[in-house]
């Protein structure tokens, strides 16, 4: 029996969802950070899309958020020209790390030692946690503001997107470049997985996978709309895609074929990403909500229930809902 | 016509009281360290932890207790960046980030009702 695709909206935000990350696997589960205008980013519980809580002190817009691999930490750029990292537990702030200009990105290494900042003063700022005093190594190079930079091939390099329309790669301990991919237009998002060493670039209306090692290209898949942002499942059969036209698409990496496309955001999609179980993937728009969705529609996994065609129109005491009703922030 | 997939029930927003962390919940139980590390991470002292313990929790209620015997009083608060100001304290709320006050007396003149940023708080006086 074909199951239609129920998306899971958690509310609670009031301005536009910019950006998202998942944690790792803790023994807890792994938990999702969002980053909104509204500058209150918000903890919730990965699978369920139950919210944690809030960090409350930005004093402007959230363009970035991070957790790191055992979300007990949590970082965050806004544009109050601060960073700041957070206690993920108790949700205490516990540095803010003034900057000249709006930050747009922050990163983790994987042992959650440094932290690594990107924004509107085109500089890359490597922030040494144990000693958080000690003044932060700069690297200098995009002639335009940073969008993203994180850490690659085992926290020994770091990519970096800018509006200058370039992706550099670095290395950490000469802080030189090593590489630059130029582009046309504007890189809309960046993604990179450890294992296999991928990187997922978006940019107009093309998704663009490359080897983050060395920079070559593997392939290009377009899609109907431009695209703000992808995700590639950890086991590299999917890949997620969202931007412009609201909706969310799913393609088969292999064939490059787009399997499914999925409507339910009221505004541009802005960040979409994987669990890192690749059971769901979140995504967060202009709408101001995120959306959980199946990756194997139809699923028993987390609120998600798989219901046989026997139990359904049988009274049951509990509560199942078929459509559950739009919530809008 | 596909089936739309059932849900168990639709993800908890958040609170309008407060900002989560639930301080009752198995992670935060296991993970969260007090913000005053105890004398027994460092050195096992059986007999130090009960006094420290108890030492902790007289400060918490004269904490608390001052809170409450505040309320309605004029309050002097010292803050950063060299302010010292006078209002009539209200209310903290529950996690003490904010003090709910009246009658703020501020260099620009006086604010009828205000919240207080307690982490702009160095210390505050008042007359019991």
Redesign the interface.
């Known amino acids: 029996?074909?199951?239609?695709?129920?998306p899971?909206?958690?509310?609670?935000h009031t301005r536009p969802v910019v950006d998202l990350a998942f944690s790792g696997i803790t023994p807890?589960g792994y938990f999702l950070i969002s980053a909104c205008k509204d500058g209150k980013p918000?903890?919730?519980q990965g699978d369920?899309?139950?919210?944690?809580?809030?960090?409350?002190g930005h004093k402007g817009a959230v363009w970035g958020a991070t957790l790191n691999t055992d979300a007990?930490k949590a970082a965050t750029a806004a544009a109050d020209f601060t960073a700041k990292v957070w206690?993920a537990?108790?949700?205490?702030?516990v540095l803010t790390l003034a900057h000249k200009h709006i930050v747009k990105t922050v990163n983790f290494t994987q042992d959650s030692t440094c932290l690594l900042t990107g924004g509107n003063d085109k500089l890359l700022r490597l922030y040494d946690l144990i000693n958080p005093e000690a003044a932060p190594q700069e690297i200098a190079g995009h002639t335009s503001a940073i969008k993203k930079a994180l850490w690659c091939n085992n926290d020994k390099q770091i990519l970096s997107a800018a509006d200058d329309k370039t992706i550099r790669l670095w290395d950490r301990s000469s802080m030189e470049e090593v590489k630059q991919l130029k582009f046309d237009t504007s890189v809309s998002s960046m993604e990179y997985l450890a294992d296999g060493e991928i990187l997922v670039i978006t940019y107009g209306k093309t998704i663009g996978f490359y080897n983050a090692l060395s920079l070559d290209l593997i392939k290009t898949v377009d899609a109907p709309a431009p695209i703000n942002s992808a995700s590639l499942h950890p086991d590299k059969d999917f890949f997620v895609a969202g931007g412009e036209d609201f909706k969310l698409y799913k393609f088969d990496y292999g064939t490059k074929e787009e399997l499914e496309s999925y409507k339910g955001h009221f505004g541009p999609v802005h960040c979409v990403r994987f669990s890192p179980d690749g059971e769901l993937y979140a995504s967060g728009s202009e709408d101001g909500t995120l959306r959980?969705w199946?990756t194997a529609?139809?699923k028993t996994y987390g609120?998600?229930?798989?219901?046989l065609p026997e139990d359904?129109g049988v009274e049951n005491s509990?509560?199942?809902?078929?459509?559950?009703p739009e919530?809008k922030a | 016509m596909a089936t739309p997939v059932s849900v168990l029930r639709l993800p908890k927003g958040p609170d309008p009281n407060s900002r989560g962390f639930d301080p009752k919940s198995a992670r935060f139980i296991a993970l969260c360290r007090t913000s005053i590390a105890t004398s027994a991470s460092s050195e096992t002292n059986a007999e130090q932890l009960p006094r420290e313990q108890h030492a902790r929790s007289v400060l918490r209620e004269t904490f608390l207790r001052c809170l409450l015997s505040m309320t309605n009083k004029k309050v002097h608060f010292l803050m950063h960046e060299r302010v010292k100001v006078e209002a009539t304290f209200g209310a903290s709320d529950i996690d003490v980030l904010n003090f709910q006050v009246s009658d703020l007396h501020t260099p620009i003149g006086v604010q009828k009702e205000a919240l207080i940023r307690c982490q702009d708080v160095i210390s505050f006086t008042f007359d019991s």
């Not at chain 1, 899971?8 to 609670?12: A, N, P, V």
């Open positions: 029996m074909a199951m239609r695709q129920t899971l909206t958690c509310s609670g807890y918000m903890l919730r369920t899309g139950d919210w944690i809580g809030t960090f409350l007990t206690d537990v108790s949700g205490d702030e959980l199946q529609v139809g609120l998600w229930k798989c219901v359904l509990e509560q199942l809902y078929t459509s559950p919530i």
